[in-house]
Each structure stands twice: as structure tokens, then as C-alpha cells.
């Protein structure tokens, strides 16, 4: 069924707090029939926005649970249709017999993944980059995730990109109006002198938002730290040391790690995946030297490489575009000496770990913060990388024509085009099916 169909007379509803059994529990319902399920379920609607404790009654008058209600009457609800929350008590028996009396009357049925969101969105509540700062909210695990995400759910990229669009359009007047009305004579032929000036001031901030979005993926996404080094120079060893848990596999076999093994870290709030990988060297065994490729693969993505090198061994030459740190290992073995020109750590007896930590998270503060200037990246998605560089394209091409103007008139409505596809106030429904498939019901 198209997703226009299903919309705009189907009652929706969904368990939306996390897995039961719980305290409480928060079923969710949206709605032309919402109001008319509550005061089914509790006897009659509780006044707008103020919760109300009620007994939840089934259609037979078999008492369920004793619930608080929340009536949310449209437009003022987060899909913008009539909403209801039920908070009931957090118990797989209770949520059943609520979802199951609410499914059975007509024109009422579970919710889709996304489909709460996808609704607040076609209501006009949310724009595409505020879904995606939700969905990424619910995601966060770290406090840098969470002040990026709640800032695009709450519309601070919108309000950027809104600026631009309006802009654009501003600069497509001037040229339009042109167009339009060039043998009038009340409009000046030549295009206002600060023209090419605002043109390029927009490139500029164009240009350095696209250059604030892998910062703002290394929010988003994590900044990714690879251990490489020959087997056993003690790889496993550190990463165990450093996640404080015993996930890699340490052992004297040399090649046991053969897949890359990736750990999530909070490091100074930021989020930092720490992958172990298979020692570096030629071997005939097929499945390790797939290993061998998979690290090679994971340094070439990585944000940095630190390479384990016990004292005494020769540093492996080691090719990636970004950091790369020799980190001399087992200093704690006096068999295998330490040269002073590199960071020494024993895995075993935490020589040197604080330094290795303290160096890890000024690394990745800076490259989290680089061009923020305090404040959160709200770029930070593949999406808002390609729409973004579009959007420059067309406006140095708009430059490159600044006098014709058909060719200037055009670019900039393509540039426009590009910023509103972001909002998605243009093209929106592909974004929408990928968007929604990844989150989860309830939302
Ligand atoms: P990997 O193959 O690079 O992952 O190396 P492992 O972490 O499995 O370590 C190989 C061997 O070196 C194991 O026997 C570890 O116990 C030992 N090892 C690792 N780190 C240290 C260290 O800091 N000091 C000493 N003495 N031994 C270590």
C-alpha cells in the first residue's frame, strides 16, 4: 500500500518505551480515532496535555491496569494528529491486553517502524533533518552524539539551510526579475553590484560546512582507531587493557585474530571504536590472510592507526591518509629495549597507558571539534555531504555564468533545489522509505 494511503485514516498504535517487562510502560497511539479509543479504554478524555490516573477497562469491562492518560487533541501533538499516551504499568500481560483491545476496533492497527515519525513529518511537525536528528537522539550513546542530535532534531540545521534557501531565492529574484520584466525599463539591466559578493560569501559558508562534515561524522559515527602491528606484539593485550574487558582474544598463537574486532569506547564523551586486527604478515593460510586484508581495509577507513611495535623490532612501514602512531610495546620486558623517540606501553603492567589515553583524547577532541567553535556539528551524514557539495556546484557554475542570465537564473534554482531536497521539502519519499526502515517501532 502506498504510504499516502495508509495515512490519513488509520489509527496507529505502539508499545514506545524500550522492552518489557518495565515499570512503566508508554503505549503510544495517533490518530483520527484516538480520542474515541481513550475514552473506550478510561472512561472519558482527560482535559488537553495534563496527565489523569484512570482505570483501563477492555471492551467487556474487564479491568486491564490502573494507567495514567495524556490526551494530545491536533495539531499540538508530535505527529500533529490526535495523539494519546497511556503510561501503564510495565508488564508484557498489561501491554497485550492494551494492544490487542486497541487493534481490534476498526480502523485501528500496530504501527509500522517510523510510522509515528513519518506522520509528525508529513503533518509539517518535523522536517527530514530533525527525523534524522531524532532517530539519531534515540541512538546516542555519548554526550557529544547527544548534544549533535538533539541540535538537528530541534532544528538548528534547518534553520541554517533555511537561510541559504531563502538566499538563493533572494539572489534568483534579482536575476528572474530581469528575466521577466528586461524591457521595462524600472529594473536596472546590470545585476546589483554586491551580487558575485554574495554569491561567493554563500559559497564560502557552503564550502566550510562540507568541510564540518566528517568532523561531524566522527560525532555521529565514531572515531575509528585501528591497532595494526605484526601478530603478537601485543595487540589483543592493549585493546582488552584499554576497553577493560577481556573482548579480543589473547593468546601466544601467533594469527588468532583473524577477523577485525571492534569495541565501542566513551572517551571524553566522544565515541571511539577501537578495532584489534589480524597481525600484519604474509601468510599461506587462506583465512588469515583474509584477516591481513580486512585490516588493511579498516586502517585505509580508519581516523587513526596506532601500530604496536615491541622494543627491539624492526617499525613495519605502514601506508593510511591519516595519523599514524608507533607505540612501542612490552616495555616491561627487559629483553626487548625502548628507544626514547616513541610512546612505550606495557599492556601488562599499565607503563605508559594514561599517556596513550590522555594523547587518544586530545586527538580525538580536536578532530571532534575542529571547526565548531563550541557548539555542536549538526553535519554530519553521506546525505548532507552530497546535497551540500551539489549546492556549491551550482552556485559556482551560477558564478561562471553571473551574465547570462537564463544560465545564472537556472543554477541557482538548482541549488536551491539541492538545500530543499535536504529539508526535504523536495524528493523527500526515497529518503523517507530508507530513513524510516531503520528505526524501530513505537517511534
Ligand atoms: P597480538 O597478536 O598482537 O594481538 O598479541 P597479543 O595481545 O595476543 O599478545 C601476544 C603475547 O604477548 C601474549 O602472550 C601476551 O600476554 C604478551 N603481551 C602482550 N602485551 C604485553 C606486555 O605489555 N608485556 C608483556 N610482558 N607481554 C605482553
Redesign the pocket.
Known sequence: MAAADMHHHDTIVALSSGSVPSGVAVIRLSGPKAGEVLTGLAGSLPSPRHLALRQITGHDSREIDEALVAWFPAPSSFTGEDCVEIQCHGSAAVVSAILREISRLPDCRLADAGEFSRRAFENGKLDLTQVEGLGDLIAAQTETQRQQALGRMRGRLSELLTDWRVQIIDLRAEVEARLDFSDEGDVADALPHDFVQNLDALAGELKSAIRDVAVGRIVRDGFRVTLA?A????????MNALAQSDV?I???I?G??RDVLEVPLDIGGQLVLLA?TA?LRDTPDVVEAEGVRRAQRRMAESDLVIV?VPGGHPVPEIKADCPVWIVR?????SDQPVSGECLA?????GFGMKALMAELQSLVTRQASAAAKGEAVLVSRERDRVLLSECLQHLNRARDFHEVNELLAEELRLAGDAIGRMTGVIDAEHVLDRLFAGFCIGK
Open positions: 602491528g601478530p603478537n606484539a601485543g595487540k589483543s593485550t592493549l579480543a589473547v593468546t601466544e601467533a588468532t585474530t584489534d597481525g604496536l610495546s612490552k616495555s616491561d620486558r606501553i606495557s599492556a601488562k603492567t
